[in-house]
């Protein structure tokens, strides 16, 4: 009885405010917001409507439905991302174009170009931290793979610290065939396995 109540009076209202002396008085938008008011109970107990609960999934301050990277913890300036989206770029860009001499971790010099602009995007951000991993593809003996892939991490990491990044906020692994990108069947494939990926994260 008592919602058909509310009802009633939601619908007497909603007819006084649609006559044409309301109409002037008060602006169309208002009347649906007042209808809800109405019907919910809202005005005649004083309460108001519930919080809706805003979810962080990766609790970097920025709610799920702005932040452009929700599992990823970031800051507030790079919208939940943890750089901006053309630094991401410069650094996925640059990881791409370190080289290294067949079968060895020293680094050609045609990758110093890209590897300076690593160091230029890690060195504005001290509150990233990197992590250098290197990749190879399967031909050869796993083993020393593993420890090529090891020692091109390394030498990666050397020369971010040379140049200017912090020892404390960067650091290397090898995961030689272990994580292939693309199938070592083919020349091209292998080719796309062979690589240097810099991962960055936000410091705790």
């Known amino acids: 009885m008592k919602n058909v109540t509310k009802l009633v009076v939601a619908y007497f209202i909603g007819a006084m405010f649609m006559s044409k002396t309301a109409s002037a008085q008060l602006p169309g938008s208002l009347i649906p917001i007042l209808l809800l008011k109405h019907e919910t109970g809202y005005w005649a107990t004083g309460e108001e409507a519930p919080a809706v609960a805003v979810v962080d999934t990766d609790g970097d301050g920025v709610p799920d439905s702005k932040d452009k990277c929700p599992e990823i913890k970031g800051s507030v300036a ?4 943890i750089l901006s989206e053309k630094e991401l770029a410069t650094i996925k860009e640059a990881s791409s174009h370190i080289y290294f001499e067949s079968g060895s971790a020293k680094i050609k010099e045609e990758s110093y170009k890209d590897l300076d602009k690593l160091v230029k995007v890690l060195k504005s951000h001290p509150e990233v931290k990197a992590k250098v991993e290197g990749h190879t593809d399967s031909s050869g003996n796993a083993e020393k ?5 090891k020692d091109r991490a390394a030498a990666v990491l050397k020369y971010l610290v040379e140049h200017g990044e912090k020892p404390d906020h960067v650091s290397s692994e090898g995961y030689g065939i272990t994580k292939p990108i693309a199938s ?3 020349k091209e494939g292998k080719a796309k396995n062979r690589r ?3 991962i960055v994260s936000m410091f705790k």
């Open 78 to 81: 790079n919208n939940g991302c």
């Open 196 to 198: 240097v990926e810099v």
């Open 145 to 149: 793979n593993l420890q090529l892939s």
């Open 184 to 186: 070592n069947d083919t």
